[in-house]
Antibody
Framework: QVQLQESGPGLVKPSETLSLTCTVS??????????WSWIRQPPGKGLEWIGY???????NYNPSLKSRVTISVDTSKNQFSLKLSSVTAADTAVYYC??????????WGQGTLVTVSS | QSVLTQPPSVSGAPGQRVTISCTGS?????????VHWYQQLPGTAPKLLIY???NRPSGVPDRFSGSKSGTSASLAITGLQAEDEADYYC???????????FGTGTKVTVL
């Protein structure tokens, strides 16, 4: 079965760029049947969709974050990545990667907490 | 942006039936977009519970059921068990915002 695993720094300074990678195992990011999404959850709060990428490289971002977000894919490594620039404390959250079945998210990675603090 | 509204909490005794509502609008649920439900156990990632309004993925007990009508959807849990204590989120797509949207989340407590 497909499994996803997030990785990256757990602490980022304000105004810097948050960078995370999601490694996919048991399946291929090159599958044309799925998008690959990033979703975040601030501590004690709800879920917010950040954006998705297709294996071809086409992307779709949440308009509220679009100016700061870049999602890329590396099919040779079976990974996709998230970059969020100019971070503030409001970007502190657990960041999840998930397979996007064109409508629902399944499965999800275990999540990684990123704290924005100096 | 949580444009799907859920009750903050619901509770029930073991064996009882509880329902969670998810209220949207004409640009999301009312526009015909599917509703999906996720279960988030404490300290874990969300897990798909119901997809396409009323379908259960393999392995999800039939105690969980979903429905949709108009601009709202509901998740029902029958025969409530202690292991069902979790946060539950609905999710759909909003055409006016052009984003996938999640509900505000509901905490289910088993008394």
């Amino acid at each position: 079965q497909v499994q996803l695993q997030e990785s990256g720094p757990g602490l980022v300074k304000p105004s810097e760029t948050l960078s995370l990678t999601c490694t996919v195992s048991g399946g291929s990011v090159s599958s044309g049947s799925y998008y690959w999404s990033w979703i975040r959850q601030p501590p004690g709060k709800g879920l917010e969709w950040i954006g998705y990428i297709y294996y071809s490289g086409s992307t779709n971002y949440n308009p509220s974050l679009k100016s700061r977000v870049t999602i890329s894919v590396d099919t040779s490594k079976n990974q996709f990545s998230l970059k969020l620039s100019s971070v503030t404390a409001a970007d502190t959250a657990v960041y999840y990667c998930a397979r996007d079945t064109y409508t629902a998210f399944d499965p999800w990675g275990q999540g990684t907490l990123v704290t924005v603090s100096s | 942006q949580s444009v799907l509204t859920q009750p903050p909490s619901v509770s029930g005794a073991p064996g009882q039936r509880v329902t969670i509502s998810c209220t949207g609008s004409s640009s999301n649920i009312g526009a015909g977009y599917d509703v999906h439900w996720y279960q988030q156990l404490p300290g874990t990632a969300p897990k798909l519970l119901i997809y396409g309004n009323s379908n259960r993925p393999s392995g999800v007990p039939d105690r969980f059921s979903g429905s949709k009508s108009g601009t709202s959807a509901s998740l029902a849990i029958t025969g409530l068990q202690a292991e069902d204590e979790a946060d539950y989120y609905c999710q759909s797509y909003d055409s006016s915002l052009s984003v996938y949207v999640f509900g505000t989340g509901t905490k289910v407590t088993v008394l």
